[in-house]
């Protein structure tokens, strides 16, 4: 959906996009606008339909080790929604997320732990269930965030420089 934003919403998106976890008292503090109107502001972008804000989760927060498992499964006889709700029912402190290839039956899943001894527990959990004829662990050691188009088009809107730009996630 295409919107103006007013110069009084550009000022406060500009704080949010330096940082989306800014409280509105520290914006105020920049700005010459109280707490309140600041919260009102955000809330007005929040509702106006021509951006949305979401989440980024850094999974190696809290000195846990993410990691992801290719899955190659049977699909004559199961379902990547079955191969989901295992990982959900049989793994659930670890699981995060997963991907599905459209074309192949072949699955991604996201997962953090705080030892590689897990990992391997996990990897071969996988390995001995029913469903999966190729189990691959991936150990991601750090996550880079790069900026998407969307970020980069608002920094640019905002008058912001957006290659250089950093997004700020998680606890650094």
């Known amino acids: 959906k295409k919107v103006s934003f007013t110069n009084l919403q550009r000022t406060i998106l500009k704080h949010l996009l330096e940082d989306a976890r800014t ?3 520290e914006i105020a503090k920049k700005t010459k606008y ?3 109107r600041v919260q009102q502001i ?3 972008l929040q509702e106006c339909g021509g951006l949305y804000f979401t989440v980024h989760p850094k999974y190696d ?6 990691f992801c498992i290719r899955i190659e499964y049977d699909e004559r006889n199961f379902t990547p929604h079955e191969v989901v709700g295992w990982m ?3 793994i659930p402190v ?3 997320n997963s991907f599905q290839i459209v074309d192949q039956p072949k699955t991604f899943h996201v997962f953090t ?3 590689m001894n897990r990992i391997e527990q996990i990897t071969n959990m996988l390995k001995d269930s029913s469903f999966s004829i190729l189990v691959e662990t991936i150990v991601i050691h750090s996550q880079h965030h790069f900026a ?3 970020h980069v088009e608002l920094s640019r809107l905002l008058g912001l420089e957006a290659s250089s730009h950093k997004v700020k996630y998680g606890i650094d």
Request: a negative charge; aromatic letters at 8%.
């Open 23 to 25: 409280p509105a008292t």
């Open 34 to 36: 109280s707490a309140r």
């Open 42 to 44: 955000i809330k007005e």
């Open 61 to 66: 927060a809290l000195e846990q080790i993410p």
């Open 88 to 90: 959900q029912d049989k």
């Open 94 to 96: 670890e699981y995060w």
């Open 113 to 115: 732990t705080d030892n």
């Open 148 to 150: 998407g188009l969307g």
